[in-house]
């Protein structure tokens, strides 16, 4: 009587022992999915941002090469004597 009781209790407890164990588990497995996502969202954000600066980047480098050629062109198209005027007045202090 004493041992059946003592099979029963046992069984319960392995059986209660799994159960949580089995939770844990589960929490784990949910814990580590939603690290992922989270990382997936970094990395991409990350890109966007890295996409954006690139983009930023190149908008100045093309704005400045233009600025250069109007330079260029504003230069090349003056006058010997109105480039000297006006390197004149524009560095002389």
Do not use: C, P
């Not at 980047?57 to 000297?84: F, M, Y």
């Amino acid at each position: 009587m004493i041992t059946d009781f003592v099979r029963k209790v046992g069984g319960y407890i392995v059986m209660g022992v799994g159960v949580i164990a089995g939770l844990f588990f589960l929490f784990l497995s949910g814990k580590r999915k939603g690290e992922l996502q989270t990382e997936l969202k970094v990395e991409k954000e990350k890109a966007a941002n890295d996409k954006a600066r690139s983009d930023a980047e190149h908008e100045k480098t093309v704005e400045v090469v233009r600025n250069k050629n109007d330079v260029a062109s504003t230069v090349s198209n003056a006058s010997d004597d109105d480039v000297s005027r006006k390197l004149r007045d524009d560095w002389s202090d």
